[in-house]
């Protein structure tokens, strides 16, 4: 993926098993959050292409995407502001597959009462504060039935306690066969939560494998200590 004279991912290969948890880690600048929007179909790649459950998806509008199972969070969540919590969700509800015959109204309440949104559903989504518009945007990810969830810094600004939380919610929805690609800079979170860890450092892939592995790495420790 470029963006005019810059290459912000540059050949990089990832294959994801279903029911795996994996992170996406690298500097401020890396290319990870452009990585989730080619996955997702926000960015067109000007090279090679992304494949979903043996078919292949970069093309397809992030709406396609969306219904054919991938969900994602954002980095700088963005919700529909005049419409309350439970609208917000119920929006991704009605729009997700709807295999199992629940109804969006009580599919977007259950996933609020999973994502511990500790609030009356009625609350405008413009008075949420950062950590309650985190629990809603995840929320709104699995109100749409993914059977992929890209998260892009799910963690930041959560204290250590609905840190705890996420990463139990994570494991949950995860033993259901939901697959994960997360991208987080608290690295005691990802080395727990992964199964898998790839690096991106400059647009390019430095490393992959288990967190162990990635501890180990000479090429990571390098990249973040700026040599
Ligand atoms: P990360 O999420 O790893 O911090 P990003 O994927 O956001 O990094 O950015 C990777 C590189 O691409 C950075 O140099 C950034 O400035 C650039 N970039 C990201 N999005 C755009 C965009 N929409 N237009 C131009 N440059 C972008
Ligand atoms: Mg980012």
New binding site residues.
Partial sequence: KR?GG?T?LDGVSVKIRPGEIWGLI?P???????LLNVIAGVFRPEAGSVHFKGQRISGLKPEQICRRGLARTFQICRPFPRMTALENVLVAATFGTRADGQSPQSRAEAMLDLVGFALPVHTPADSLTAAQLRRLDLARALASRPQLVLLDEAAAGLTPGELADLQQLILKIRNQGVTFLI?EHLMRLIMQLCDQIVV?HYGRKIAEGTPLEIQGSPEVASAYLGE
């Fill in positions: 963006f810059l912000a690298g401020n600048g890396a290319g990870k959050s452009t991208v991106l």
